[in-house]
């Protein structure tokens, strides 16, 4: 299901986890075992999250890597989707039946 502006994985981590717990960003990334410049990158929306850092958020805080990387993924393809209109693509499709054969010609394979 889409989104209609998704929060970026780093307000859902500063709104839910640090702050109900009283957190500051230097002890957390201690926690979590990273710099306190990768996370503060994060929890401003510079980042996003990665599986590595979706298994470190999961242990510290009881979740689902997967949760983190469903949210990591709703942001980015409501910011892709956003960009839509600029994308220059041209529609494909599967040959034909007759071409399909053609193109398998010298092929030992047998096409029905």
């Not at 502006?5 to 702050?19: A, W």
């Not at 075992?33 to 929890?43: A, D, E």
Request: charged letters at 25%; hydrophobic letters at 40%.
């Amino acid at each position: 299901m889409k989104m209609h502006d998704p929060p970026h994985p780093g307000e859902i981590i500063k709104e839910l986890c640090l702050e109900p717990l009283g957190l500051s960003v230097t002890d957390t990334a201690r926690a979590l075992g990273v710099s306190r410049k990768t996370l503060s990158s994060i929890l401003n929306g510079r980042a996003g999250i990665s599986p590595e850092m979706a298994m470190r958020l999961s242990m510290a805080f009881d979740t689902t890597a997967e949760s983190w990387l469903n949210q990591q993924v709703q942001y980015d393809l409501w910011l892709a989707e956003r960009k839509r209109k600029k994308l220059r693509v041209q529609k494909l499709s599967a040959p034909r039946a007759v071409d399909r054969r053609a193109l398998v010609a010298g092929s030992s394979r047998h096409v029905p």
